[in-house]
């Protein structure tokens, strides 16, 4: 490798570039990745597996490259994938419990095929929020069995926040070029908001969802999370696409994929022209008025209108304290309804398990509770969703509320004001584009006094990602203020 070429903070395009002109290999990338691992990982917990077989993988990727084969932009990219995405290999998939620990899965999740197929190289597990934090509320963001508690590099008495956490944290400190998390209520956005990298929440299906551990169909979706959002639209642009594995979704998603992919969205002047709605109630509460977090955003929006956004300030989502509160919005009836019918699902379908339904899981975590940290964290909700009798009349009301409260929200707020885009400061509007299934992209903005970091949230009406990834891209290369942690 030659000495110039500097691995740290590289983008995909940097090391395609360097693929191109012979100053690196996929082989060197992948053995940068380990040595971090080795260096950083006992202290940052942002990994659980590393990928045996990822210096094979490179070799075949290098081998490419080298006969004039090579397939495409991810062709030798070292990807780390949320341990709740299946893998055929010597990986497991445990969703962060020693329950899956001896299960095997039948075959790569569709997003896995799909990044196979374009040469990419599957780097390793990610840690993450144990079952995706639906086990309990007391279960601390970030914290699996397999792994412990997984530390926010930039502040470890901070939490990582949100379930990919480990995804967040790994690409954060270069210990992975690029990742995957999976999102259901923010688990994207909220820890790539704490870990200053890019976090990317696609509409839901867009990308397939088979072969990953579910939480809600409803609501799940999976994202890219990476340090730029040019190396996000990379990974988005490999992952998207009709899947029969997950039909429903996909099929009407696929529709609105447009020719050419979405990097032709990277557009540094996307943000001229296009009308953004500041949404700050309630999501700018969470930062105390005089905090620096507050100026910045101020500073932001001033440059948002410089780059030619329209900037349409102070909107309100009705009902949003409501959308808010997970018990009186139905978010928990839908949600415990849905996680049992989906978790007892996928575990049938496993080839081998020693657990074959939630019930199984809660036996296992009762007797296996010094492993489990169960007496410490407890399994509330795991014990509220086995308790569900599928979607009944009550769980079709709170369904029903949910998307009544996303057309009179998030939906009328959008179409009345006609606008492109929704800007909040930090990542608690995840919660709202999470139980409508829209897209959003979270942006790092700064840091607090701390150094604990922040971002700058877009959110969009469903199929709206090209003009995200032109409003984010605008924004990020306007202000370009993300900083690696060490």
């Not at 910045?296 to 780059?307: G, P, S, V």
């Not at 928990?332 to 379908?349: G, H, P, Q, V």
Request: with cysteine; glycine share 10%; aromatic share 8%.
């Amino acid at each position: 490798m030659n000495s110039q070429f500097v691995i740290e903070e590289s983008s995909i395009e940097d090391i395609q570039r360097g693929f191109s002109e012979n100053r690196l290999t996929s082989r060197q990338l992948v053995e940068f990745y380990r040595r971090q691992f080795d260096f950083l990982n006992p202290r940052l917990q942002g990994v659980i597996e590393f990928n045996p077989d990822a210096g094979d993988e490179a070799d075949q990727a290098d081998s490419r490259m080298r006969s004039g084969t090579k397939i495409g932009d991810m062709d030798g990219i070292p990807v780390l994938l949320k341990d709740s995405i299946n893998t055929k290999d010597k990986l497991k998939t445990t969703a962060g419990s020693y329950a899956l620990f001896e299960a095997e899965v039948g075959g790569d999740a569709t997003v896995v095929e799909k990044l196979r197929e374009a040469g990419a190289v599957i780097l390793g597990k990610a840690s993450m929020s144990e079952w995706s934090q639906f086990r309990s509320g007391k279960v601390p963001s970030g914290w699996c069995a397999r792994t412990g508690q997984g530390k926010n590099p930039y502040n470890e008495s901070e939490s990582p926040y949100g379930s990919s956490s480990g995804s967040a944290i790994s690409v954060a400190a270069n210990m992975a070029a690029v990742s995957l998390g999976t999102d259901t209520s923010g688990s994207i956005i909220c820890p790539a908001n704490n870990n200053s990298v890019v976090g990317f929440k696609p509409t839901v299906g867009l990308t397939s969802r088979a072969g990953i551990i579910p939480v809600s169909p409803r609501q799940d979706s999976v994202g890219p999370i990476c340090r730029t959002v040019s190396d996000a639209v990379y990974v988005l642009d490999t992952i998207v696409g009709f899947d029969p594995r997950d039909r429903q979704a996909t099929l009407e998603a696929a529709k609105f994929i447009p020719n050419g992919g979405y990097k032709q969205f990277l557009n540094k002047n996307g943000l001229a022209g296009k009308r953004l709605g500041v949404v700050r109630n309630p999501f700018s509460a969470s930062y105390i008025p005089e905090s620096i977090v507050r100026s910045d955003f101020e500073d932001h929006l001033k440059t948002l209108r410089e780059k030619g956004a329209i900037v349409v300030d102070n909107m309100e989502i009705e009902n949003v304290d409501l959308i808010m509160d997970w018990n009186a919005c139905g978010s928990d009836t839908a949600l415990l309804a849905e996680f049992k019918i989906s978790i007892n699902e996928y575990l049938r379908e496993l080839p081998t398990s020693p657990v074959r339904s939630l019930s199984d899981i809660i036996a296992f975590n009762k007797k296996h509770y010094l492993l489990e940290k169960t007496n410490e964290y407890g399994q509330d909700l795991f014990e509220l969703s086995e308790l569900t009798n599928g979607i009944g009349k009550e769980e079709q009301a709170a369904i029903e509320m949910l998307a009544e409260l996303s057309r009179e929200g998030f939906e009328k707020l959008m179409k009345e004001n006609e606008l492109d885009a929704t800007v909040s400061l930090g990542p608690r509007v995840a919660v709202v584009l999470g139980i409508g299934g829209y897209p959003g992209i979270i942006v790092p903005a700064g840091y607090e006094e701390d150094g604990t970091p922040f971002g700058i949230c877009f959110g969009g009406l469903k199929w709206t990602e090209p003009k995200l990834i032109e409003v984010a891209y605008g924004f990020e290369q306007a202000t370009k203020l993300r900083r690696p942690p060490f």
